[in-house]
């Protein structure tokens, strides 16, 4: 009978360890895909792909006291016998060798290898050179061909910082005493209203994908008081644009017990900052290969929904064509506005009207009209969504009946007010749009792992 212990220590040897220094001179073994070979005749430079990075490794066949593959191991070749001559891009290997110092090579070091041990070998020939540093091809051919494109250094490299923000995101909220929670994508109806969601046949009842956590999130934080996710959330929306999915990753956030929603946009603020500090720290490589220059977040500006669309209305000769709501070209406009007047990349935009809010909004006392809640617009686009919510059992009821809804149909939501909740706000930010602002891209899909849009279901 055997016992697990626990993680054992591989014999190969990490990235992250070789760059310690402590191996230079050793002999170690390295695992990872053969990203490229470069065949120079008497020696042939083999570049492993890991998920630090890329490492060079250097073969030389003429080279004396190379180990010999074991009986037992048919798969072990010297470098004489192996090196390109059977070795294909994408197979996956372990060498053996010597760590040496090169500094024209990935990282400053190179392997000088004795032996290569071949883990598998592709059955065809990829269909697009992943090793090229930047895939010069179109976005639906990158799409389509998602399994192998991502190993391309650049792509990964945009995950990478995607990795990061969300990292970064719940860093910050653990530190300010959030607790993470996880709420169900299969619901009885969306949190957000209208008809832009996706129907399921439930076991004979009406079911849909969630639209948001809202609900949810509003419930926890009479629990925890103040709560966090980043889950899929699910939009039936039939825009074919460059900002729009109909599945993307949201990180949502609530937090009870607030004198106000300016609370909500500072708490955003402090995590954006502690996003970027992350991420020229811990990404550094991969800004660079980005060539992304990280936006200041020290301090944001607000401003209201009104004075906005004023601003740029006299500054750019736009005409006010829709009072309630803020168009594209608008977004982008007060984008512009705040990078010009004040050097910033965001602005809050804050104070919509009530009637382009959903139900829960809290309206603002001062004026019925416009509510207590914002959008974020970084360089003109939208990435959150938040405010205060309403907390009164009797102001929520009110508000329903006069937009013609029937609480009985949300009893089980509106059991939390019935029985008592705190003064509380949050939001809800587009991941993917985030990080596309942030890398500079054009098309959310450059952003998003495995899209899902009008016309996309795999792969």
Request: proline share 5%; hydrophobic share 35%; aromatic share 8%.
């Amino acid at each position: 009978m055997e016992f697990i212990k626990g993680i054992q220590k591989k014999e190969t040897t990490e990235l992250a360890d070789l760059l310690t220094g402590a191996y230079t001179g050793k002999t170690v073994a390295v695992s990872g895909a053969v990203h490229t070979i470069r065949d120079m005749g008497e020696v042939s430079f083999i570049i492993l792909r890991k998920a630090e990075g890329l490492i060079q490794c250097v073969c030389e066949r003429s080279l004396e006291g190379a180990a010999q593959p074991s009986a037992d191991d048919c798969h072990g070749d010297s470098c004489e016998e192996r090196a390109s001559d059977r070795l294909k891009e994408e197979s996956t290997v372990i060498v053996t060798g010597t760590v040496s110092p090169e500094p024209r090579a990935p990282h400053g070091l190179e392997i000088r290898v004795s032996e290569i041990r071949v883990l598998s070998v592709p059955a065809e020939v990829l269909p697009i050179a992943v090793s090229k540093w930047k895939l010069n091809t179109s976005l639906e051919t990158k799409l389509a061909l998602r399994p192998i494109t991502l190993r391309n250094p650049m792509e990964r490299a945009k995950f990478r910082i995607q990795e990061g923000i969300v990292r970064g995101f719940r860093d910050f909220l653990h530190s300010q005493n959030f607790t993470e929670i996880r709420t169900p994508k299969i619901v009885a109806r969306g949190a957000e209203g209208g008809s832009n969601v996706f129907r399921l046949d439930y076991f004979s009842k009406k079911a849909e994908l969630g639209q948001s956590p809202q609900f949810y999130k509003q419930t926890m934080v009479g629990v925890y008081d103040r709560v966090f996710e980043a889950a899929p959330v699910f939009r039936a929306e039939k825009h074919n644009t460059t900002r729009h999915l109909n599945e993307y990753t949201s990180l949502d956030f609530e937090m009870g017990y607030i004198d106000g929603f300016e609370e909500v946009m500072a708490m955003e603020t402090a995590m954006l900052q502690y996003v970027m500090k992350l991420l020229s720290k811990e990404y550094e490589k991969e800004l660079l290969m980005l060539k992304v220059t990280l936006p200041d977040v020290s301090k944001i500006p607000a401003v209201t929904f009104k004075q906005a669309k004023e601003l740029v209305s006299e500054k750019y000769s736009r005409p006010i064509r829709n009072p309630y709501d803020l168009e594209p070209e608008e977004e982008n406009l007060i984008g512009r506005y705040f990078k010009e007047e004040f050097g910033s990349d965001f602005v809050f935009v804050t104070h919509y009207p009530s009637k382009k809010r959903p139900f829960y909004a809290m309206d603002d006392p001062q004026d019925p009209k416009y509510t207590l809640s914002f959008d974020l617009l970084f360089r003109g686009l939208e990435i959150t969504t938040g405010g205060q919510r309403i907390h009164d059992y009797d102001a929520i009821i009110k508000k329903m009946e006069a937009r013609g809804m029937d609480p009985e149909e949300l009893a089980s939501y509106l059991m939390i007010f019935k029985y008592g909740m705190p003064p509380h706000g949050g939001l809800g930010i587009g991941l993917e749009r985030l990080t596309m602002r942030l890398l500079n891209e054009q098309n959310v899909r450059e952003t998003t792992m495995f899209p899902r849009d009008v016309t996309r279901l795999e792969p």
